[in-house]
């Protein structure tokens, strides 16, 4: 076996039981991505990163690929916009200084839809990256290359944002494992702001184990960013035994592929004859969720991206990409006089009762288990015309990050065109240990997540 197809846990082990080097684990994600990058097209820039010597911690050595909306010190980030083509941000995003602290070694920065904004990876201003599973299908996105580089073994683990399931949905579309985090549990300083009251950085990595241990680095408090959280992830879904989970029947309607919704069902299933409950409940205000993300996350965009204006950052605004405009346009015109009270405050309503959806809900289960995206990996082009289109991919993705709970997407079986599908658990705000517990089990009774895409 080639040291990059280790999970986080194994090499660790490895390193520990000194059956090969640091130097040897990060040689073999370089070979590899030498290897495969020119058809995955995970990096948008491959270079090396961490803090020499730190031996003994946790991440030792392990070598990570971060998207490139999170600023690395000294190592460019474009945030897959032309205007950043030459940014060479001078401090680390929070998340990436912790990571560093705990040994992790930056071996590149992954393609994404420009800014974070898209669903695919084709709106990126530096080219499409391709899905090893199918390399005429799309990675997903927004974190398309941190999915992608890690299902190619490129990599053992990545960071990615999820604003409107921007780690899920990839992490789906590839056969990996990703968390979105509570809102505010891992900290924004240094992330390229998106939706400032949806961002969550995030890990996706290749097992739920993997997941943990890079975000209890992650997590806590930051004084940089006023929204972050101190210490409350330690509540957990509090029952040991006879755990109850919610199955949205708005996740389960028609809309939702057929072999998506069974394969997540025969899922649930396998949990509940390992001991968990299975209850049938209603998420009613699902419906609202696109429309109610996207006029609140335009009106944020455009105001976060007023800071390129040509003079301070980057090129001239005509290097945005045309996703980028559009979306900055949008968002002006639903913040402007007359029309705010009409789109803004009306979504921020609608967005509290999404919440109180969630709050009822949770007063009957433990957390929830739905599909991620309603379909498998769609054809490259398949969608990147009907901007519509691709914003109803997020249907099932949008609620978690209207309510701010947290939502952890693992494999959960393949299509007859052997195309990844994912599962996504949800929970109460902080509940990220209980999510946790349940998805390592899932993983010690399935292998969905051991599966090797053949890159061809
Ligand atoms: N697909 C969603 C969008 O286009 C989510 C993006 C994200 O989470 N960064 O907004």
Not at 270 to 292: A, I, K
Not at 322 to 330: G, N, T, Y
């Amino acid at each position: 076996m080639k040291l990059n197809e280790l999970t986080i846990t194994e090499a660790k082990k490895g390193l520990a039981d000194k059956k090969f080097s640091t130097n040897e684990l990060r040689d073999d994600c370089l070979a590899q991505i030498k290897k495969v990058d020119s058809k995955i097209k995970a990096f948008v820039t491959v270079g090396e990163q961490g803090e020499e010597g730190r031996e003994g911690t946790e991440l030792s050595g392990i070598p990570v690929a971060i998207k490139d909306v999170l600023s690395t010190k000294n190592l460019r980030t474009t945030a897959s916009s032309k205007i950043l083509e030459n940014y060479f941000p001078v401090y680390d995003g929070t998340v990436v200084e912790r990571i560093k602290k705990g040994g992790a070694v930056i071996i590149g920065k992954t393609n994404c839809d420009a800014f974070a904004f898209g669903g695919s990876t084709e709106h990126s201003g530096y080219g499409l990256s391709y899905n090893p599973w199918d390399l005429s299908r799309v990675p997903g996105g927004s974190s398309g290359g941190s999915a992608a580089a890690v299902a190619a073994d490129e990599c053992l683990f990545a960071l990615g944002t999820d604003t409107g399931g921007s780690i899920r949905q990839p992490a789906s579309f590839c056969n990996i494992t990703g968390l979105k985090p509570t809102y505010g549990a891992c900290p924004r300083y240094g992330l390229l702001a998106m939706a400032s009251s949806f961002d969550c950085p995030g890990p996706m990595a290749k097992t739920v184990e993997d997941c943990e241990i890079v975000f209890n680095w992650m997590e806590g408090e930051d004084f940089h960013d006023a929204t972050s959280s101190a210490g409350q992830i330690k509540k957990h879904i509090e029952k040991q035994d006879k755990i109850k989970i919610g199955l949205p029947k708005e996740y389960f309607a028609e809309g939702i592929d057929e072999e998506v919704k069974t394969l997540v069902m025969a899922a649930a299933k396998l949990l509940e004859q390992n001991g968990f409950l299975l209850e049938e409940v209603t998420l009613p205000r699902t419906e609202y969720g696109v429309p109610v993300y996207y006029t609140l996350i335009f009106s944020e965009i455009s105001s976060n991206m007023a800071r390129y204006d040509g003079i301070r950052f980057g090129k001239d605004r005509d290097s945005f990409e045309d996703e980028v405009k559009r979306r900055i346009m949008l968002g002006t015109y639903t913040l402007s006089a007359g029309y705010f009270d009409q789109y803004y405050l009306k979504a921020s309503r609608v967005r509290s009762l999404v919440q109180k959806d969630f709050e009822e809900v949770f007063k009957k289960v433990d957390c929830l288990l739905g599909p991620v995206a309603p379909t498998p990996a769609f054809k490259i082009g398949e969608k990147s015309n009907d901007p519509v289109q691709l914003y109803l991919e997020d249907i099932l993705t949008v609620s978690a990050n209207l309510a701010g709970i947290p939502s952890l997407a693992l494999p959960c079986g393949f299509t007859k065109e052997n195309l990844p599908v994912g599962m996504q658990i949800m929970g109460p705000a902080f509940s990220e240990e209980g999510l946790f517990k349940i998805g390592k089990r899932y993983q010690e009774l399935t292998d969905w997540h051991k599966r090797k895409p053949e890159i061809k």
